[in-house]
């Protein structure tokens, strides 16, 4: 029974041993799979509204962390992900409607983004490619002006 023991420490103490208890650092942000992401809210910003690069049809999605932070408008926990899905808008007799993708812009909640108020920012191409070469001047410089939102624009109350 003595052999069993020692034996059933020595396993636990090597896979102790192999579990790395670091934090994770981010250096990119990932692109999420934010179709299984909760849809917050969708707009329409036309010219004259925003930046021309902004302009169109936008989809807003949060993953759960994200949600209860903007539900109960509370800060924005580690791991929180909100994604802008952004369409060219097409103005039609019924309205508009959706046109070409223009891109997917990603914040990501994390410590390892201490210089952009813990978030870290980009935006991909239809074709996957990532767009932002300095989130400092590409992102931050605009979501500092809502810091006291977290540094988020989308801070509706979420309906339910």
């Known amino acids: 029974m003595r052999i069993v023991w ?23 942000v990932p692109m999420p799979d934010y179709k299984s992401f909760r849809h917050v809210k ?4 036309l010219k004259g509204d925003a930046d021309d690069l902004l302009t169109g049809i936008h989809h807003v999605y949060a993953n759960d962390a994200a949600v209860e932070a903007l539900r ?7 791991d929180s992900v909100l994604v802008f899905d952004l369409f060219e808008p097409l103005d039609t007799p019924e309205g508009y409607k959706e046109g070409a993708h223009k891109f997917t812009a990603v914040m ?20 996957g490619k990532r767009v932002v070469s300095d989130a400092n001047k590409m992102c931050f ?20």
């Open 108 to 127: 990501h909640k994390h410590s390892s983004f201490k210089s952009t108020g813990g978030w870290g920012y980009e935006a991909f191409l239809p074709d």
């Open 72 to 78: 109960n408008r509370s800060d924005f926990p580690e």
């Open 141 to 160: 410089e605009c979501h500092k002006s809502v810091e006291s939102q977290g540094y988020v624009f989308t801070n509706a109350g979420m309906s339910e």
């Open 6 to 28: 020692i034996g059933s420490w020595i396993v636990s103490v090597a896979l102790l041993a192999t579990v790395d208890c670091k934090p994770r650092t981010l250096t990119e």
């Open 42 to 45: 969708s707009g329409l910003l």
